[in-house]
């Protein structure tokens, strides 16, 4: 099974480019150190990845696929994925309490406190990094003069990713998510953007995610 699964790693990463290969790397920061993971080589990050990921190397992996935009290597390599996991049976009916005294149209019983609802609009990574993609050179005229970042950060993102304009973007929005924490929105960043000259595909991208 091990050997397998090293295998199926392998071959997923060997797939991928230089460029989506190190964005990967950099996804997996929040969930691994970047001083195991950024001077990794493919064979090197597998056996990190195992390591890491007892059984469940492949699943993490395919999260990662589906934020730098190739979920086709899902299919390829038939990764498991979040949307397999079974979810427990949702608001089914308490049969050994027919007559309870809950509100029926709820779905909860007396004394439960329901869970704070999510923002719909909260920005994800796959969204920035969806954004990142379209901004282009220009992405730092956005950061100064849209995002509100200062020039000496934006140098130090540039010397961290020095040909890769897209992880460049990334990291800057990254940084201006962390900087608006809960109103780190898709309408936040639409009205930032708006002024900006950036590709309309942005500002129909954000206007679609506050639709959801």
Known sequence: MARDERATLLEVHQALSEEQFQNLKYLLES????GLVLQ??????????LERFPGNSLREIARILQQIGR?????RFQLPS???IPEENPREPNRDTPNGTGDPTSGQHPGVIPAPSVNPQIL??????????KLGKEWQEVGILHLGLEQ???????????????????????????RQREEATAS???ACLKKAHVDPEILNFLRSLQGN
Do not use: G, H
Request: aromatic share 6%; charged share 30%.
């Open 152 to 178: 000496s950060r934006l140098d130090q993102i540039q010397e961290e990713y020095p040909n890769n304009f897209i992880m460049r973007s990334f990291e800057m929005l990254r940084d201006w998510q962390q």
């Open 82 to 84: 979040e949307e397999q």
């Open 188 to 190: 936040q960043l639409l």
């Open 40 to 49: 990794a080589s493919r064979p090197e990050l597998c056996r990190i990845l």
């Open 124 to 133: 994800t990574d796959k969204d920035l990094m969806t954004v990142a993609k």
């Open 71 to 75: 979920p086709d290597l899902i299919q």
């Open 31 to 34: 969930k691994i150190p970047a």
